[in-house]
């Protein structure tokens, strides 16, 4: 058994999209500043809800993020997981235990990033509103043990390391493929209705068709980074169906 397998999916998805937010910034070390944009740019609902409660603004605080990230010399090599970063996710296991869950969530992942910094003296994150103490707080956590080890055995390497196949399979392809889909039936529909002479209730078939492989292609990538496109596609879609049947 891994040690990855106590991560839920989406914290899996966490990690595997921060050494995206790494190779991107020209490193192959994941820091716990690559973990937190990745979170913060794909939160679960725990994490969108504890947020919620300290009060802090995402959109913000990732904007933050990117501008603080340091540039690498772009040697990329074989990813591999910050000292910090190791002792983050120690504490978001941690956290995990105390909270009585049974995988390791989003929400444990901020609690443990903070605290991880709080506990090194590192006040970078509670200068950009993200305090440990009021996040374990609105997680109904108490005070931190800062006599834990700092990794929990096994400790996390990069054997096992979350990749592309623990990612949500969802992505930009199908959100792409969505909203084409849903738009292209809206545009047949008002060209049939002017320049075809084929019988409306086949038309209509062929487009209810489109619609709903629109909205198949939108679910799939509702969970993905770029869910804001897929819903929009969803709505779209179900929109004209719904129009398409009352007519």
Known sequence: MSEWDIFSKSSRAVIFKAQEVAALCGHCE??????????????DAGTRELLGKIGARRKSLIHTLKQRQPRGNGALGAMELAPFSKQSLNRAFRLRQ???????EGAHLLAGILESAEMRGDASYQ???LDAARTKQALGLGASDTDSPKVWPPAPTTEGLPTQADYPKSNYKDSVVAIVLALISISLSHFA??????????VRLALITLN???ILFG???SKSPYSGLALVAIIIAITHTLILCWS
């Open 30 to 43: 994941v820091t716990p500043d690559h973990l937190l944009q990745a979170l913060l740019e794909n939160p």
């Open 127 to 129: 200068q950009i509103g």
């Open 193 to 202: 209705l002017i320049h075809l002479h084929v019988p409306w209730p086949f």
């Open 98 to 104: 105390e909270h009585g869950a049974a995988e390791v």
């Open 212 to 214: 709903v492989a629109a």
């Open 219 to 221: 679910i799939r990538a």
